[in-house]
């Protein structure tokens, strides 16, 4: 529906019956009054407005009209017979109006632009419609994001009761197998005992991948002994790994400034990946290097590598490498959980490596020692 708006009636007859000869729906009003009234109640698809009008002109009308909220995206056609200097027309386009056009008008140009600004106004409307819809399905999948996410929460919360249960009572096992000297049954109890260790990593890994999402991983920052935290990760992993044989190269003599817990969990990561991914040759190395007030930790394997070009996609979640997952258990979350602890003290996490020879992951963390 076009609406029209002049004060003199001979122009509203003609302009509504050659709009309405072109097959438009026209409705009139014969003052800026009665068209802001008339804008109030229905929604037009456009509105050919008469500059000189008395009362409202038509500049006072467009600026009105375009505050209302039914009425704030209908293209406005100026007409007039004088007022064709710049000033007014530069007015015009400032109060909404998207043309002008000076009487005496050509019918063909007239027709052209009121076909195009309602066809304009239509494409406005549906692209609106669309918007709409694209937010509504925004709005459904962070929904069903957030559930999952509470799903995983809740999920891995709940193994961990049972596992550390089941840990305990293992544990209990295994003594008393040592106590009867019934010898046979070590080597099944200590592959039960791994495995609910591999359960308790995921459900953990699970549980920090949630906290991440959801912007709820907390850090304990305080001073700790950089080399006491590891040289307990290197013992932990000694322990349950005895067969390999893990170096220590240099020594970190300062108090770091930083969650102890999360960073030795990014050593205790590199280091499960190196004994994971080293079935062969079994030594590690944990070399340590303070240069220009950074604090390099560097663990190298002598492993399966990794080629070049899959390097920068290690840390990224859920990757793995497509021709050894068969071969080695896991999620590939691992590492992307290290490069969050790592990036969150302000370090960075890297790896240098070559197929068939080893691999050196390495994070480098900002100095920030208390003495
Ligand atoms: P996961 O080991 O559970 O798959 P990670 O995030 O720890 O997950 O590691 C991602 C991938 O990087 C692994 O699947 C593996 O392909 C590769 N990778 C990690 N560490 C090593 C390593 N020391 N040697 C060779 N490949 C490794």
């Known amino acids: ?39 109030l109640k229905t929604v037009y698809s456009l509105i050919i407005l008469d500059v000189q009008m008395p009362g409202m002109d038509g500049f006072e009308v467009a600026e009105t009209v375009l505050d209302y909220s039914k009425a704030k995206d209908t293209p406005i056609l ?11 027309i530069t007015r015009g386009y400032r109060a909404g109006g998207v043309d002008y056009i000076t009487k005496p008008f050509d019918p063909d140009i007239l027709l052209l632009k009121v076909k195009t600004f309602k066809r304009l106004f239509e494409q406005t409307n549906e692209l609106k419609k669309v918007q709409k819809t694209l937010k509504k399905e925004i709005e459904a999948r962070k929904e069903l994001e957030k559930k999952k996410d509470e799903f995983i929460s809740i999920a891995s919360h709940e193994l961990k009761t049972p596992l550390t249960s089941i840990r305990g009572y293992v544990q209990l096992l295994e003594r008393l197998i040592q106590r009867k000297g019934d010898e046979e049954l070590t080597p099944y109890i200590q592959k039960v005992s791994q495995q609910i260790n591999k359960l308790g990593d995921l459900v953990s890994d699970l549980l920090d991948i949630s906290k991440m999402e959801s912007g709820k991983m907390k850090f304990d920052i305080r001073p700790f002994s950089f080399e006491d935290m590891l040289n307990n990760a290197i013992d932990n992993i000694q322990q349950v790994y005895p067969e390999y044989e893990i170096k220590r190269i240099g020594s970190v003599n300062t108090m770091y400034l930083g969650d102890e817990m999360r960073i030795e969990q990014v050593l205790i990561n590199y280091l499960t990946n190196g004994v994971k991914y080293s079935p062969e040759n079994k030594t590690l190395e944990v070399e340590t290097i303070i240069e220009d007030n ?16 899959l390097q920068e996609q290690l840390f990224e979640k859920f990757f793995r490498v497509e021709e050894t997952s068969h071969r080695f258990q896991g999620l590939g979350i691992g590492l992307f959980i290290c490069q969050e602890i ?17 691999s050196t992951f390495i994070f480098t963390l900002p ?3 208390i003495n």
């Open 1 to 39: 529906m076009i609406l029209i708006v002049d004060d003199k009636q001979e122009n509203l007859i003609s302009l509504r019956s050659f709009l309405e000869h072109n097959d438009f729906e026209v409705e009139e009003a014969s003052s800026g009054e009665e068209a802001l009234k008339k804008v």
């Open 78 to 88: 100026f007409l007039s017979a004088v007022n064709i200097d710049k000033e007014f």
């Open 294 to 309: 950074f604090l390099e930790v560097r663990v190298r394997d002598y492993g399966i590598g990794i080629s070049q070009e």
């Open 342 to 358: 790592i990036e969150r003290h302000g370090g960075k996490c890297s790896v240098e490596s070559t197929l068939g020879e080893g």
């Open 367 to 369: 100095m920030k020692t």
